[in-house]
């Protein structure tokens, strides 16, 4: 397989185009089981009839894991608004219709979101232990019915397709858990980037569900800890820290 520049750049791979094909290559830092655990997660989202780009194969490219996968062409949701920021409840529109149709799912084989949190706020370096403590005590009280989460959910994760349909990407972090949690989720992650974009989001999202705000902020602390422990260049963990201690100071 000929792999020359790669068309983009995250924090766990890089993704090439090669014989009309995606390649998602994973850096060497991660556990091994990485790519075919992201794949599982995909091809479980696939089988739920939701446009998500179909996986031909999990492979290993001069030692390092790979995933093969669907090219679906088209540009991002993120790319589009950045190119026409007018257009941006538009966009906002499209991704919140499709994070509904992915939350309305009732998941039967995927990792319990509770575990997931549980682990990376254990492993969070910065949090102290009384944090850590609180934290998942907090996790612990809150009572949810599992729905089909993605976990990273964002402008940039929705490719618009020449076909007009909207595929979602980056299934590794899915899991089955609170809705809820998924929508502050998304919403720590916009206004890492605009407090616009996210109050503009988290707004839509409760008017399209009918949820509160409330509701979906009582899993600020949880998913700011939880955040500590991905250890993301771009993110500021003195932003992080303060949510926690906000919430937990309440």
Excluded at 87 to 113: C, G, K, T
Excluded at 126 to 135: A, D, M, T, V
Excluded at 217 to 237: T, Y
């Amino acid at each position: 397989m000929n792999l020359n520049h790669p068309i983009a750049k995250g924090n766990t791979a890089n993704i090439y185009l090669s014989n009309h094909k995606i390649v998602k290559v994973f850096n060497d830092f991660l556990p091994n089981t990485e790519s075919q655990k992201e794949a599982n997660k995909q091809r479980y989202a696939y089988s739920c009839g939701l446009p998500v780009p179909e996986i031909y194969e999990v492979t290993t490219i001069k030692g390092k894991q790979a995933i093969v996968m669907e090219h679906v062409k088209g540009e991002t949701l993120g790319d589009l608004f950045l190119k026409n920021k007018e257009q941006a409840a538009h966009y906002m529109n499209l991704s919140i219709e499709m994070q509904l149709n992915i939350h309305r799912i009732i998941p039967d084989n995927i990792e319990p979101m509770y575990d997931k949190l549980h682990g990376q706020i254990q492993a969070a370096p910065i949090l102290n232990p009384i944090q850590k403590s609180q934290l998942l005590k907090l996790l612990e009280s809150i009572t949810y019915t599992n729905r089909l989460c993605h976990g990273d959910f964002h402008l940039f994760n929705l490719i618009l397709a020449d076909t007009n349909q909207v595929f979602v990407i980056d299934w590794v972090d899915a899991s089955a858990g609170d809705i809820r949690a998924d929508i502050y989720r998304t919403y720590l992650l916009y206004s890492q980037l605009s407090s616009e974009l996210a109050e503009m989001y988290v707004q839509m999202y409760c008017e399209k569900s009918g949820l509160l705000r409330a509701e979906i902020c009582q899993w600020a602390p949880i998913i700011a800890g939880a955040r500590l422990a991905e250890n993301v260049e771009s993110e500021n963990s003195q932003r992080l820290i303060r949510i926690v201690d906000n919430y937990l100071s309440q």
